[in-house]
């Protein structure tokens, strides 16, 4: 390899998921923290889990729950507009 341009590699290099599963592989990068692994995608384990980070799946959850309570608030009819 020619000298000077490579950075550090480490052949063992730490990987730590959000699930708690840590393992080694090798990276220029000394440790590295993953939000999702195999160890627990969804692809992998067959179970559903929302990958949420910006809490968007929250939030539909929860205007979808108001729009269940009062679903009949919304209509064409009435032209105000809800507030949020
Ligand atoms: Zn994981």
Redesign the pocket.
């Known amino acids: 390899m020619k000298k000077g341009i490579h950075p550090t590699y480490y052949s063992s290099a730490k990987i730590t ?5 840590v393992f080694t592989v090798g990276s220029t990068m000394k440790e590295i923290h ?1 939000e ?2 195999s ?3 969804p692809f992998y384990t067959g179970k559903q889990k929302l990958v949420d980070t910006a809490r968007r799946v929250e939030r539909y959850q929860k205007r979808l729950e108001k729009m269940i309570k009062k679903p009949k608030q919304n209509d064409k009819k009435s032209k105000k507009k809800s507030e949020d």
């Not at 998921?17 to 599963?21: E, M």
Request: net charge neutral; hydrophobic share 25%.
């Open positions: 998921c959000a699930c708690g599963q993953v999702i692994c160890n627990c995608h």
